[in-house]
């Protein structure tokens, strides 16, 4: 377990990562919110509506808008306010619930993001160093096709499991399960069964391919297929510790939730408030994006240090050759 | 026709005095309450095993129109679930999304389905079990068994009462319209061969349509069930006695006088709680709840909701005058909730129920609240649902408020199961309340006046439920709520234990206000076109030492209802005019010392019909920004976590 404090070290020692990741949040998240914001302020017009919709909630309004909403609109809806939000998203997550085309387009974007600094960000944390903005991006850019390779395999798996595997369960499996339950008790500890089972799955395959992009950037791997069976191999050797691994950072994720969930701003006013709601919320973004890479650095430690020299990395730290302009002045 | 007002005038006035028939724990009411002109003896056994119900009846019906009959109709309703090509099976498809049956019905199992048997059927000792043929009034569907029609050799005349013998058996579903059985639970209602209702221009009996209830006359009902030992039962009426049996069955036998239907429960698993609601004025009430186990700590909400009822309602329109009440919960996934039934009502709650929350409080109060609209003014609810079921939901909501207020949105994750309270939304009677949303959506689907059982079955719930609510609460911003009150008191008491069609409520307004109302029911009742006045252009120029203040007031939508328009000044003084509404705008124009803020149309909301209220108002210093700025601050927060929630998968 030594994995878990060392990755919150390392996470912790380059917090222009965790920034950085922040600002992709925002690079994606800002222009989005830009555009609901024209929407909104559109249908309130100079409208009296607003000022209560300013000073604490207008339902009404809010329902007037969802009702002739469209695209981005659509997903303006009560439970955005406060912690609802963070239940909105777990409960889509488990119930596999579809999302409207704009927001799959901007989470794509997201994720093509990550796949591209997922490189980076390993490497430094596999490096334990500085690596400088160069040396991020120099691994950013060699791992971003294999990562874009590995993502094929990942989008296989996970299609299989949201596709395939979660209709099976939740809408197959599980009303033949409740069919006769007359007990609601009964049917939610059979949901949540199922909600375990669904969970393990997912765990188990993002396990395996954190583990596949840990062993493609410390050992320098180009066959992500190989970055998988090793990552498979890796975590059947040392099963417990990886489990015990996975369960202490979700642990955190957990807390990071329950945290937010005591202080989540609820509707609040304009000014400063707002402005308080939005840090809070924000913080809350922060530590989750901390939690994440406290996922990616820990089992990088964990990794290295199982091998018999740890703090490797097979690939020499990139540095760039002076230009020629230099050498003849 | 013209001493009508009188009449209502003078119900209002004695109103209270009648409304407190004998309270009876028998079942038994005396003087009589209703025409008391279709009976029924019946005696049924509940086979759980097999899910059959094998029953004899026998009706002591009397014609009380003006007319012979040269038929017998009757409902068989659950011949409506022997297939999907049924009438309302076929209705029920048009809501469902997909090209087949609607949700589960495509999966059912053959034994999920239902039917009912008629065996035999005398009349005054005549066997015509040959004669029995299914009639399809409403749409010719020759698939549709739900009606089934006796021809007479010798017609019934007026006045005269005759005895039918019938003998049936019925396979219980599962639940199909909160009728049915799921595990040991049991829900049984519009299970027996029922006269539909015979009025002088013939009889009124509806084939089962997937949007609309039920209809028949009031009587005296003396039912036996039989159904295994140690099984509590609930049922209309008051339990006279109960036999138990070598078999391990116990026949438990109901009486109760004046009413129109009778429905019953039973399942091993049900808790039983009593209690009783006291009034100074109003009779008293026991109540006895039939609680789901895993919902033992929610009696008390249930018989606080059922209090909150039988106290408004009866105070607000007239007395409950049965002396007892019998409230079911059901189980789980039995689809049975939220029905109601004379004396008798299913409620509807959930494992986890927190508090601040109206589940099970709204269900419990509305369909308690339907033993008045509904159980003692028996409207057509194939033809009129709105009388009942728009009486209703308006009446709940007004009484919810009394008790419940705040009251808080909830939503429900993970499956449905796990509540979250948004306590920054407190749910308003006039909006949520009346379900102004809903109305909103489908407000042009129907005309009110169209017979319910055309409405479009998916839509048909909004102009139903929601659009009558509505019209009601606006009458009472506009009216006032004492004339509203009188208007409801007195056409409760004018049409109590009969079936009032809605020119009797209308006739009932226009007694008690004394005006013509006609163009409002015009455009609420018949007609589809929907309320939207607004702003369309508020102006207010410096011109010399004074402002020039000019509004637009508009009307966006068909239908016209007078409304105020108030102009607010920057110094505070406010200019409120009086629009009639007719034209499709209209100008206001002042020269006033000091520059106008606002105006807004409808300022106090008396028009709750009103689509649109976003538009109802302009100001020169809106704040439109403001709020958009912090609801996308807030929208972006919950954009973020999804985002995270996905890239916790890369």
Known sequence: ?329 | MRRRPIIVLACVLIGSATASAQPAETGALTPPLSPRNASYTITARLDPATRTITGSEVITWRNITTKPATDLQFHLYWNAWKNTRSTFMRERALGSTGPGPAGDDAHRRADEWAHIDVTALKVGGSDLTGLKRFIAPDDDNPDDETVMAIPLAQPIGAGVAVTIDIRWTAHVPRTFARTGAIGDFFFIAQWFPKLGVLQDDGWNCHQFHAATEFFADFGVYDVSLTVPSGWPVGATGVRRERVDHHDRTSTHRYYQEDVHDFAWTTSPDYLERTARFEHPTLPPVEMRLLLQPEHAGQADRHFDATRTALQYYGEWYGAYPYGHITIVDPAYQSGAGGMEYPTLFTAGTRWLAPPRVTTPEGVTVHEAGHQFWYGIVATNEFEHAWMDEGFNTFSTARAVAQVYDPNYLALRYFGGFIPWVFGDIALRRETEGNRLAGYRRDAKSDAQSTPTFRYFPATGGSITYNKTALWLNTMERWLGWPTLQRIMSAYFEEWKFRHPKPDDYFEVVNAVTGRDLGWYFDQVYRSSNVFDYGVQDLKSARDGDHYRTSVIVRRYGEAIFPVDVAVTFRNRDRVVEHWDGNDRWKLYSYDRPSQAVAAQVDPDRVLLLDVDYTNNSNTLEPKGGAAATKWSLKWMVWLQDCLLSCVALV
């Open chain 1, 1 to 329: 377990m030594s994995a878990w404090p060392e990755g919150m070290r390392r996470v912790n020692r380059a917090p222009a990562i965790l920034l950085g990741v922040w600002a992709l949040t925002l690079l994606v998240s800002l222009p989005l919110a830009a555009v609901l914001r024209g929407m909104l302020a559109q249908h309130l017009g100079r409208s009296l509506a607003a000022d209560t919709a300013a000073s604490g909630v207008n339902y009404d309004w809010m329902q007037e808008f969802s009702d002739q909403a469209a695209g981005l609109g659509v997903t303006f809806k009560p439970t955005i306010i406060g912690f609802g939000a963070v239940l909105d998203n777990l409960s889509a997550f488990m119930d596999n619930v579809h999302r409207p085309a704009v927001i799959v387009g901007a989470a794509s974007l997201y994720i093509l993001l990550w796949i591209f600094v997922a490189g980076g960000i390993i490497d430094r944390y596999a490096r334990d160093r500085a690596t400088h903005a160069y040396g991020f991006f120099a691994s950013s850019g060699v791992f971003f096709f294999r990562f874009l390779r590995l993502a094929v395999v990942q989008w296989i798996v996970y299609a299989f499991l949201f596709g395939s595997m979660h209709p099976w369960l939740f809408d197959r499996l599980y009303p033949r399960m409740i069919h006769d339950t007359s007990v609601e008790r009964t049917a939610f500890l059979a949901r949540v069964a199922l909600y375990l089972v669904f969970g393990l799955l997912v765990a188990a395959a993002t396990m395996i391919f954190d583990y596949a992009k840990v062993r493609a950037v410390v050992e320098d791997r180009r066959s992500m297929i190989g970055a998988v069976t090793g990552a498979v191999g890796f975590i059947q050797r040392n099963y417990a510790a990886a489990v015990s691994l996975f369960l202490a950072n979700f642990a955190l994720f957990v807390i990071v939730v329950g945290l937010y969930a005591l202080i989540a701003p609820g509707a609040g006013r304009t000014g400063a408030s707002m402005w308080i709601g939005f840090v809070v919320g924000q913080l809350y973004v922060i530590g989750r994006l901390w939690v994440k890479l406290v996922f990616w650095a820990s089992e990088t430690a964990l990794f290295q240090n199982r091998l018999a020299h740890a703090g490797y990395v097979a690939r020499p730290e990139p540095t760039w050759p002076d230009s020629p302009a230099a050498d003849a002045i």
